[in-house]
């Protein structure tokens, strides 16, 4: 699926192609700790165990207690596997791949 036009721009591309060379999980904290609240990543990590447990089949009241998701979260994650840009597809193959 190509990438929505209205999100890319140079200095996204910057940001992608910075995180490109981050080689280890420790250097993911350390980027991530500097450029993002503890909040939005904990958000980020949570959306994407949403996302795992959807895929799994779970059901909103088991991820609501699981995670702590809103089921306004595990809403907008269900429309982005379903309707999205493929983006938490791909990561969940991968994963899948890898025995994650």
Avoid: H, W
């Amino acid at each position: 699926m190509p990438v929505n036009e209205k999100l890319r721009d140079e200095l996204t591309d910057k940001l992608f192609e910075a995180m490109l060379t981050l080689k280890t999980v420790d250097e993911y904290y350390r980027f991530f700790e500097d450029i993002a609240t503890i909040g939005e990543i904990k958000a980020l990590a949570q959306r994407l165990e949403v996302a795992k447990m959807l895929d799994a089949g779970m059901t909103y009241e088991d991820i609501v207690a699981a995670t702590g998701a809103s089921t306004a979260t595990i809403s907008r994650v269900k429309k982005c596997l379903n309707y999205g840009a493929d983006g938490y597809r791909l990561v969940l193959e991968r994963l899948k791949q890898r025995g994650q």
